[in-house]
């Protein structure tokens, strides 16, 4: 089993900024892609960012443009991600969630509130 702790969220004003981070412990050994996905009320989860064990990434199309290619990046030794969001927009506002893929097993964390006020 692995468990994820995602910290970091709270309520930021419109073209702030947050940084998420989720640290993995239990089984860890054999992760491999880790990421990050938010729902917002009544709307599905969708990914936010993605980033695979040699650290290529990935960002959905509403976050590119204001996230960077480094915004997620990860810490294998101590099996932590982070997401670090910049200008975000009310409609950023979620709760995000961290996951980790281990052995084709998905783990998902509670999640951390994100408001972005306007």
């Known amino acids: 089993q692995v468990q994820l702790v995602e910290s970091g969220g709270g309520l930021v004003q419109a073209g702030g900024s947050l940084r998420l981070s989720c640290a993995a412990s239990?089984?860890?050994?054999?992760?491999?892609?880790m990421g990050w996905y938010r729902q917002a009320p009544g709307k599905q989860r969708d990914l936010v960012a993605f980033?695979?064990?040699?650290?290529?990434?990935?960002?959905?199309d509403s976050v590119k443009g204001r996230f960077t290619i480094s915004s997620i990046s990860r810490d294998n030794a101590k099996n932590t991600v982070f997401l670090q969001m910049n200008s975000l927009k009310p409609e950023d506002t979620a709760v995000y969630y961290c996951?980790?893929?281990?052995?084709?097993?998905?783990?998902w964390g509670k999640g951390t509130l994100v408001t972005v006020s306007s």
């Open positions: 996951s980790a893929n281990r052995w084709g097993y998905d783990y």
């Open positions: 239990g089984s860890t050994s054999g992760i491999s892609g």
């Open positions: 980033i695979s064990i040699g650290g290529t990434t990935n960002y959905a």
